[in-house]
């Protein structure tokens, strides 16, 4: 059916950026919403970002300034996190929340997860 695979991921220094991306493939024309969660470890999976449409973004107050979700054609979507804090260690997932294919909608597909580590 679908496929979706973040990537970008990895070890940054406090105050450091990490630039992740994620790409729907398969039976997708375009993904019309997607959003960007988190799971810290021994914690539950939160939302970080949400964009909508063109480019209607939100942001949860913690990241709010720092993070930036955007489209980076119909099928890849990024979150730029700058200023990373050791307590934004986790695996980041993606969620295309709705999808355009050619015979009809599909919702909540998601990706497998990457890792980021904020440590010195």
């Known amino acids: 059916q679908v496929k979706i695979v973040e990537s970008g991921g990895g070890l940054v220094q406090p105050g450091g950026s990490l630039r992740l991306s994620c790409t729907a493939s398969?039976?997708?024309?375009?993904?019309?919403?997607w959003a960007w969660y988190r799971q810290l470890p021994g914690e539950q999976r939160e939302l970080v970002a949400r964009?909508?449409?063109?480019?209607?973004t939100s942001y949860i107050d913690s990241v709010q300034g720092r993070f930036t979700i955007s489209r980076r054609n119909a099928k890849t979507v990024s979150l730029q996190m700058n200023g990373l804090k050791p307590e934004e260690t986790a695996v980041y997932f993606c969620?295309?929340?709705?999808?355009?294919?050619?015979?009809?909608?599909?919702?909540?597909?998601w990706g497998q997860g990457t890792q980021v580590t904020v440590s010195s």
């Open positions: 969620n295309a929340d709705q999808i355009a294919t050619e015979t009809g909608p599909l919702y909540d597909q």
């Open positions: 398969g039976n997708v024309l375009a993904v019309n919403a």
């Open positions: 964009l909508t449409g063109r480019s209607t």
